[in-house]
Structure formats: structure tokens, C-alpha cells
């Protein structure tokens, strides 16, 4: 049976119980599940909000290409993806990953295959606004991003 | 044709988007870069450092600058992506 991801941008939060069971419930193949979180960060406690742009066209398609890559290279049970776009304050989600599987491993490497790739291919941008109102601020892309993806090849 | 940009190419250029007529000279995604420069200052400090834009061709990413932009209905500029 194919599997098809379940990939959805979106303002609003989301509850990743639910998208846990969404994955899981009623299924006997399914004997992993694995969530990866991305949370607004804010170590030095200035940070207002972050700002997420993203292309909407190209995002939900990039990161479907994606998660269907995902899905053949290990093997999954199912993935969900959720991306959020809009002002993220700090300690509220950004993105969530969802990867369930027969055995843990393929779970685990989905969720990791997933993020790699999502940070560097899938169009969004992060703009910081400063709770002391200075400038507002894109966020730089890291060269350890891009160097993250080669574990995959 | 299409040209979409984002975060802050959108902002140094002024627009997200706009409606072109580009000349039958530019060919490839190189040409377009160069015509742009041709446009004005707001697009000459947009693409100031060519080498970190990133370019989709109907939302597809296309890294080689010597790519035919020819069929294409929708091209996109934007910095490396910061999601996730």
C-alpha cells in the first residue's frame, strides 16, 4: 500500500498527541512513532517574536517532495508535517514531525531525514523582532545546516 | 512572466511580486540577473552578493545560473531558506 504524507503550513498551533494518534491509532503495522519538535528559541531573552514568510506554492510541495522521500528511503508507515508561518513567540512550536514505522530506527531517521532536508530546501524565513523595538533582523541561514544533509548521502 | 521574491530580497527590491515582459535576450537565470541590475538601484543592492540568492523556476529550485528560463511562468529570488 502507498503511503502518502500528510504535510500541512499552516498560523495555527497544533496538538501532536492528536497527530500521534492520527498516525498510530487503530493500526497494527505501526510499532514506532517518533516526534521531532522545533520551538522558538530564545536564549538570550530579548526575542519578541519570531516572524516565519514563507512561499506558499513551493513550501507544502517542497516538503511533500520531501516526506515522499523520506517514506521510500526507510520504509515508513506514514509522516506528518506540520509547519507553522506567522509571529512565534518564544516557547511556542514552529514545526512538527511526525514518523511511525515498524521498527524504531526507520522512525527515528525519518523524523532526522526529514529536518535536514526541511531547513534547507523548504522556502520559509525567519525574521526576529527585539522586545526592546531595535531593528528588526532576517536570521542568517547556517553553514551547518547545509553540511548537515551529507549524513544522507 | 512572474518574478516573486522574498524576505529581504522582497524588501530591497519594494515589491513581492510584479509582472515582467523580459527582453528575447535573456535566456538563462544569469541573464535574468543582469537585466535586473539593469532595472535600478533597489535591485542592484538586492542582488549585491549574487552568490547566496536562491532561484526556483516555478517552484522548483534551480542552482545552475546557466539554466534556460525559457517556458518558464513563474520565477522566485530569494536568500537561503531559515525554516524549520
Redo the contacts between chains.
Keep these: 500500500m502507498s503511503v502518502t504524507p500528510d504535510v500541512r503550513i499552516q498560523c495555527e498551533d497544533f496538538d501532536i498527541t492528536n497527530e500521534i494518534s492520527k498516525l498510530s491509532a487503530g493500526r497494527g503495522d505501526v510499532g514506532a512513532v517518533v516526534t521531532f519538535s522545533?520551538i522558538c528559541r530564545d536564549e538570550a531573552g530579548s526575542l519578541s517574536a519570531l516572524e516565519?514568510?514563507?512561499?506558499p506554492?513551493?513550501?507544502e510541495?517542497?516538503i511533500k517532495r520531501i516526506a515522499a522521500d523520506a517514506i521510500k528511503r526507510f520504509e515508513l508507515s506514514g509522516i506528518t508535517v506540520i509547519?507553522r508561518h506567522g509571529k512565534i513567540k518564544p516557547g511556542e512550536n514552529?514545526?512538527l514531525v511526525v514518523s511511525a514505522s515498524p521498527h524504531r530506527h526507520a522512525a527515528f531517521d525519518g523524523a532526522g531525514f526529514l529536518?535536514d532536508f526541511?531547513?534547507?530546501?523548504?522556502?520559509?524565513?525567519?525574521?526576529e523582532h527585539r522586545l526592546d523595538g531595535s531593528e528588526e533582523k532576517?536570521?542568517?541561514?547556517k553553514d551547518s545546516d547545509d553540511s548537515a544533509i551529507e549524513r544522507w548521502e | 512572466m512572474k518574478l516573486?521574491y522574498?524576505?529581504?530580497l522582497r524588501e530591497r527590491v519594494g515589491v513581492g511580486e510584479e509582472e515582467v515582459e523580459l527582453p528575447a535576450t535573456v535566456a538563462t537565470v544569469s541573464d535574468l540577473f543582469d537585466w535586473l541590475n539593469s532595472r535600478g538601484e533597489n535591485y542592484q543592492e538586492a542582488l549585491k552578493h549574487p552568490d547566496v540568492v536562491r532561484v526556483?523556476l516555478d517552484?522548483q529550485?534551480e542552482g545552475d545560473r546557466n539554466a534556460s528560463i525559457a517556458g518558464a511562468r513563474?520565477i522566485?529570488l530569494?536568500?537561503?531558506?531559515?525554516?524549520?
Design positions: 522545533g516565519l514568510e514563507h512561499y506554492e513551493m513550501a510541495t517542497e509547519h514552529i514545526v529536518m526541511l531547513k534547507t530546501r523548504a522556502p520559509f524565513w525567519k525574521k532576517w536570521v542568517d541561514a | 516573486v522574498f524576505a529581504w526556483a517552484q529550485h513563474e522566485a530569494f536568500p537561503p531558506m531559515t525554516g524549520g
